[in-house]
């Protein structure tokens, strides 16, 4: 992700006072306490392996800028 | 019933004089059209006004209705925040990187609402990706506050909140992930409900912080809160954290009785950083309550100042995984000069986030990169519950919590941009409900100089029930809720 050279200086100073703000929980006690993952402590909830969804590429690959026969085209990655 | 009046109308009443037949649902939309379109712009509540769409749905509502069918939200209008994916329409999430998206299809909230008969007037504008307190973020520019044209509706919901209070729309849906519902609801004079987290579907919402994120709703009366919320919760399998809970009869119940009651108020919310007139309102709302037969009870939440550092650093990792998906490869913004797939994707994500989105993203991967992810994201995950522990043991004593929504009244737009923590801190009697996935609720009680401040009503996970008939009782004997801002009326 690029970050124009103006504005590295209010980037660094901004992130800086973010990470000084949530450094005060270095200092709270948490021995012992479980992480929380999920506010309901609910598992993960599985479905039968079948077929819910139908191709819609068409549909789909209208929001895409660059394709061709269905691909979506991006910068050459292999010489 | 002359169409003058229609704009003040709340969803119920609305409904009722449809069916009595004092006036047809094209009548409605129409008076509500000519209203965005007078007033819209100076508010920028909008993003997209979806007029031609309305109009032909009003006419199909109109036919229906003459033929004696009926659904719960028949020709009723309202707005949808511009995060919830609409099959067609663009969805921009506020942001230059979905500038051009359109869905393939409806989020489900949107299409439950649609199920009920409801119409779409637009899609209203936000913080970019939900990420802000003030509606400032946008890339569409700031939403302003009804009631002062300088001063921000809050965020991120704000475009839903400010539509909502300057009565374009009776009602809107918006998304809470700290506060983005109940803190723009507060500093607009409306009411806003932010359910339990799996309460109502995820599915086409676009995601910022997945653990915390849920849809809800902002109304002018907590009565029409419940109609709009029964019909769009309910479980999703396409969601897999929606919960397989049945949904109540939310306005069938509203009207039961709060005597005996067990109301908390938190001790820490009262401490300094609260405006004293604000904290005067809080208390003589609850005083109202207490008339009603509610029982108040002082309880504590001792960890609650240390959900604004937790947020942080868990919404911003859950954001930073989140936001990984938009490298402009098969939808969204693509930037056009680039050398190779590197600086296409820097460039592409350079240019299409604003710099608070970029701030939290890095935040994010930092808190989460191999040599700070214990001290940080898993530190924050245990003090989360801890918080979350917190509400439990105040729940073992009380059946609902009250206090402050905000810190203060609305603030001037620009006021807090040069801060990120100050934002930060307008949340702080929010984000705890997030953090603990429980239900929250903001409804006017009163005015500090001039501009509304919010009461907040926190619930039991699923205890929505207990919030819309608290808070119905209170907006049964106060007006606050009913106030219009002198422009708009």
Redesign the interface.
Known sequence: ????ED?IQ??VE??S???E??D???A?T?DG????????A?G??L?IDEITEYN?RD????????INKGM?L????ID | MPTQNIQNMTLCALKQGMSEKEFTSLEVIETLLTRISDHGGSLNAFITITAEHAITEAKNADKLMAVGKNKPLLGLPLAHKDLFCTDGILTSCASKMLHNFIPPYDATVVKNLKASGAIMLGKTNMDEFAMGSSNETSYYGSVKNPWNLELSPGGSSGGSASAVAACLVPAATGTDTGGSIRQPAALTGITGIKPTYGRVSRFGMIAFASSLDQGGVFARSVEDAALLLGEMAGFDENDSTSVDVPVPDYLGSINQSIKGLKIGLVRQHFDAGLDDNNAKAVREALEVLEDQGAEIIEIDLPNIELSVPTYYVVASAECSSNLSRYDGVRFGYRAENYKDLNEFYCKTRGEGFGAEVKRRIMTGTYVLSAGYYDAYYLKAQKVRQLISQDFKNAFAKVDLIAGPTTPSPAFALGAKMDDPIEMYLNDIYTIGANLAGLPGMSIPCGFVNDLPVGLQLVGKHFGEESLLQCGHRYQQKTDWHTRVPERFK
């Not at chain 1, 306490?33 to 309901?40: G, R």
């Open positions: 992700m690029d970050i124009r504005e209010d980037v901004k992130l006072s973010i990470v703000f949530v005060q929980l270095q709270v948490t306490t479980e992480p929380m993952a999920h506010p309901l609910q993960q909830r479905r819609e549909k789909i690959q209208l929001n895409a800028k660059n979506y991006v910068p050459k990655v």
